[in-house]
């Protein structure tokens, strides 16, 4: 166990709907990142926050927003869903910081199917 | 930005054996390197990482080599295991904000 939790862990919605997913850092952890990895493809990086703030933007779909919150969990809203979007969405938490450090530790994801 | 190649694709060894895997970046401004281990339907979880200042780092089974003028880093796995088998994905960070990740390499140890 990461520490890291997410919910829900499945989720199945039709195309055109909206869902939130949440995730709570491990404890002391400031940042907060979230990914997607579809079938059989590697961990595509959609955004990043540290303390409520975002700080990195990957390639995230305008459909996407996110938000971490002043308790630091975060939460990732996918709206107007594809069938595209079919997706395992993992976040992960590091202390983050100019002098905290680097290693990721992912949750247990959310599978997402979009029918 | 960072474009992080990860090679093989997939490799297959004899329990026993020596595994290598390979990645390449483009960024020189990358100064950290994360391996991580990721099971069938399971989440990534990180076995070993290497900061620019250090050659190489060693953990029991498990080494990761970083040669900073070929800007390429690789995960060296000895005495390979069946419970080693899994996806084993490189990435690349300058700053800890943004991660950029290899494709990820299928291992599989054949007992």
């Known amino acids: 166990d990461s520490g890291v939790t997410q919910t829900p862990k499945h989720l199945i919605t039709a195309t055109g709907q909206r869902v939130t997913l949440r995730c709570s850092p491990r404890?002391?952890?400031?940042?907060v990142y979230w990914y997607q990895q579809s079938l059989d493809q590697g961990l595509q990086f959609l955004i990043q926050?540290?303390?409520?703030?975002?700080?990195a933007k990957g390639n995230i779909l305008e459909r996407f927003s996110a938000q971490q919150f002043p308790d630091l969990h975060s939460e990732l809203n996918l709206s107007s869903l594809e069938l595209g979007d079919s997706a395992l969405y993992f976040c992960?938490?590091?202390?983050?910081?100019?002098?905290?450090?680097?290693?990721?530790?992912f949750g247990p994801g959310t599978r997402l199917t979009v029918t | 930005g960072e474009n992080v190649e990860q090679h093989p694709s997939t490799l297959s060894v004899q329990e026993g054996d020596s595994a290598v895997i390979k990645c390449t970046y483009s960024?020189?401004?990358?100064?950290?390197f994360p391996w991580y281990k990721q099971e069938l339907g399971k989440r990534p979880q990180l076995i070993i990482d290497?900061?620019?200042?250090?050659g190489e780092k060693k953990d029991q089974r498990i080494a990761v080599t970083l040669n900073k003028t070929a800007k390429h880093f690789s995960l060296h796995i000895t005495e390979t295991q069946p419970e080693d088998s899994a996806v084993y994905f490189c990435?690349?960070?300058?700053?800890?904000?943004?991660?950029?990740f290899g494709t990820g390499t299928s291992l599989t140890v054949i007992p």
């Open positions: 404890s002391g952890d400031l940042s």
């Open positions: 990435a690349a960070s300058s700053t800890g904000n943004q991660f950029y």
């Open positions: 926050y540290y303390n409520g703030e975002e700080r």
């Open positions: 290497i900061r620019s200042n250090v």
């Open positions: 960024d020189s401004a990358s100064n950290y």
């Open positions: 992960a938490s590091s202390v983050g910081g100019l002098a905290g450090t680097y290693e990721q530790y």
